[in-house]
């Protein structure tokens, strides 16, 4: 079940995400984000965010592991997703998703048809939420078919 793996699971993708957050490439903002990603099969790929000269060009850490995740194969299976980052990966506050990203996520979810469970990692707390709470009436591949 669902619950299960992503209990069992749980601190790992924590970690997976931290560990990415190590990373990242903020030349320019500084703030480093690691983003990790559960697939049903408990496999785990991560991702960090990939800052551009053209400030606006620059790539999220979920945008990345989605990106690495598709190159990988992968066509949805996917059950959760651990985001942290902070400045200079110093992490305070818990972070969500940018609009992008849940948009970009939405994606690989909605392949396998789930409803992937978002941590959101501060220092001290994780805050959780589905990503259809995130990103209520999403448009994805079904409303292109
Ligand atoms: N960032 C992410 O990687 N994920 C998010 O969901 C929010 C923001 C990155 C983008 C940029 O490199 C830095 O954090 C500051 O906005």
């Known amino acids: 079940m669902k619950e299960d ?10 970690a997976a ?5 190590g990373t990242a ?6 703030f480093h984000v690691g983003a990790a990603l ?3 099969d408990g496999a785990i790929l991560t991702g960090a965010n990939f800052e551009n000269a053209s400030y ?11 990106s690495i995740a598709a190159h ?3 066509r949805g299976g996917l059950v959760a997703v651990a985001v942290i980052g902070g400045p200079a990966g110093a992490v305070e506050a818990a972070i969500s998703p940018c609009g992008r990203c849940r948009q970009v996520v939405n ?4 392949l396998g048809g789930t409803d992937p469970l978002i941590l959101c990692v501060g220092a001290h707390e994780v805050v959780e939420m589905p990503l259809s709470v995130l990103l209520p009436n ?8």
């Open 72 to 74: 990988a194969g992968r």
């Open 5 to 14: 793996l992503i209990a069992a699971k749980r601190d790992a993708l924590i």
């Open 138 to 145: 999403a448009f994805g591949p079904a409303n292109l078919a």
């Open 38 to 40: 559960l697939f049903d």
């Open 56 to 66: 606006g060009l620059s790539l999220c850490a979920e945008t990345v592991a989605c």
């Open 25 to 30: 490439y903020a030349p320019y903002s500084g």
């Open 107 to 110: 994606e690989l979810a909605a």
């Open 17 to 21: 995400a931290r560990q990415a957050m």
